[in-house]
């Protein structure tokens, strides 16, 4: 198989890590690898497949000999280096919100809508890691069912703030005096996750509303959200209250859930097997459970999910991604090559 040359932006990270060790372990080939963080970082190295690597500073042609370009180094990097990058030639998946909403970029979750990507720029974005989790337990509820509304609760551990929110949550069991969250994560839930605008909902809640409408093209789907911070390290909480068009049953939810890629059901509640943090963290899958009956409305169910917020939350679904484009690149390779010869 051909070798394709990488790039991992904000390779120091939280994610950046995690794109690593995810690459390493899907075993994608991997020719060239660059490594960029910030300037703190010149100098220090990393190790992928037992190799050392310098972390670089990010300056002009520095993707000019790149396949594939990973960036997890926020916002404002995205903003200013995804462009660079596409335009020298690299095929970007970018972790930050900024591209998440450009009608010009697709935004994907591999097993939904890869070819979302076919008619657009080569900079492709990867959701909001509450999004794709949800998205990826909606997607055959939505074909089987046809949704017509969802109301998100979040229950989001804090390696989603990134190295910040992590080391605020072990100072703080450690009775180190906290600074990142507002209040101790250790001792409470926080209803607070991004900035707030005037109408009352998070930037968080905003972006599972609208990524989730774009994911599933459905612009025009009704949907509320409440996000929240959790004293949990890894893997985010769920619970989704779902209307329908058509008839729906437990029974039926479960089948096109368990038949789905990337969907793992645990749901028997009576002998305590439901999602969990514990059970998601390092894993790849979104853990779907307690499917009920809304008895409050005529043609909904109550469902939760737990995804690694880190990994299929971030690194795996871009990985995935990358993934996939490098098969079919290698399919339409094998195909000419039998064509011609
Ligand atoms: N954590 C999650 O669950 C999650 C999920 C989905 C999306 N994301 C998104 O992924 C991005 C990174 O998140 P994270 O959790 O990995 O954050 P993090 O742990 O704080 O890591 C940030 C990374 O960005 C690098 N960086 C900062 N400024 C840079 C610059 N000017 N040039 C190059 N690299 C720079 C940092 O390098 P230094 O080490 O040198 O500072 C570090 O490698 C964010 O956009 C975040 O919203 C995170």
Not at 51 to 67: A, I, M, R, S, W
Not at 123 to 131: D, E, G, I, K, M
Not at 271 to 280: D, K, L, M, R
């Amino acid at each position: 198989m051909q070798k394709y040359n990488f790039a991992v932006v904000g390779a120091s990270g939280l994610v950046g890590r995690t794109f690593l060790k995810v690459m390493e372990e899907y075993d994608l080939p991997v020719g060239k690898l660059r490594l960029f963080a910030s300037e703190k970082s010149e100098g220090k190295t990393m190790t992928f497949k037992g190799q050392e690597y310098p972390l670089e500073v990010l300056k002009k042609g520095c993707f000019l000999d790149t396949d594939y370009a990973l960036f997890s180094a926020g916002g404002s990097v995205s903003k200013e280096w995804g462009p660079v990058a596409e335009q020298e030639g690299a095929l970007v998946v970018d972790n930050s919100s900024t591209w998440r909403m450009d009608e010009s970029c697709a935004l994907v979750v591999p097993e939904i809508n890869i070819d979302d990507i076919k008619s657009k720029r080569r900079l492709v974005a990867n959701p909001n890691c509450s999004t794709i989790q949800s998205v990826l337990a909606l997607k055959p509820l939505e074909d089987a069912f046809k949704i017509t509304r969802i109301n998100y609760s979040t229950y989001q551990a804090v390696s989603g703030s990134g190295k910040k929110g992590l080391n605020d949550w072990e100072g703080a069991e450690k009775g180190q005096p906290t600074g990142f969250y507002p209040y101790d994560i250790s001792r409470t839930c926080i209803p607070e996750i991004d900035v707030f605008f005037d109408d009352g909902y998070s930037k968080e809640e905003k972006k599972m509303i609208e990524e989730t409408r774009k994911i599933l093209h459905r612009p025009d789907l009704r949907i509320s959200a409440t996000c929240i911070r959790v004293p949990v390290p890894v893997a985010h909480g769920v619970m989704m209250e779902v209307e329908f068009e058509k008839p729906v049953t437990v029974e039926g939810a479960r089948r096109v859930l368990a038949a789905y890629p990337g969907i793992k059901v645990l749901d028997d509640p009576k002998n305590h097997i439901y999602p969990v943090s514990t059970i998601a963290a390092g894993n790849d899958y979104v853990y779907v459970g307690r499917i009920r009956k809304d008895t409050s409305v005529d043609n909904g169910l109550l469902i939760y999910c737990v995804a690694d917020n880190v990994r299929k939350g971030a690194a795996a679904n871009a990985v995935q991604i990358v993934k996939k484009l490098i098969e079919e690149h290698e399919e339409l390779i094998a195909y000419n090559e039998k064509k011609e010869g």
